[in-house]
């Protein structure tokens, strides 16, 4: 499977972004997808996951609350809608597929190029 994400831009701090994650070529509904972020100087950190049928999601800590994870396996898309953003959420996020729901990057075969999500204060 082929992946895309976009829906990356600028925004004051407090506003909201949905990131978009187009799939082709194979069985969308056959990946968990989850989301990524990497920020300037730091690792690759794991932000959000859903399921393949997308009725269980996982969240990292420092987004709870504000981010929701979504999927539309008929449209083979995948969604994170982010709100009341913050600075520290600066970073290039990246969509990921991978045969179960993980937090830990390596366990996904698949990714996007990534989109840059800049939070201004």
């Known amino acids: 499977v082929q992946l895309q994400a976009s829906g990356g831009g600028l925004v004051q701090a407090g506003g909201s972004l949905r990131l978009t994650c187009a799939a082709s070529?194979?069985?969308?509904?056959?990946?968990?997808i989850a989301w990524f972020r990497q920020a300037p100087g730091k690792e690759r950190e794991f932000v959000a996951v859903i399921n393949r049928s997308g009725d269980a999601t996982n969240y990292a800590a420092s987004v709870k609350g504000r981010f929701t994870i979504s999927r539309d396996n008929a449209e083979v898309t995948g969604y994170l809608q982010m709100n009341s953003l913050e600075p520290e959420d600066t970073a290039v996020y990246y969509c990921?597929?991978?045969?179960?729901?993980?937090?830990?990057?390596?366990?996904?075969?698949?990714w996007g190029q990534g989109t840059l999500v800049t939070v201004s204060s």
């Open positions: 990921a597929a991978g045969a179960q729901p993980s937090s830990a990057w390596s366990w996904y075969t698949y």
């Open positions: 070529e194979g069985p969308f509904s056959n990946y968990a």
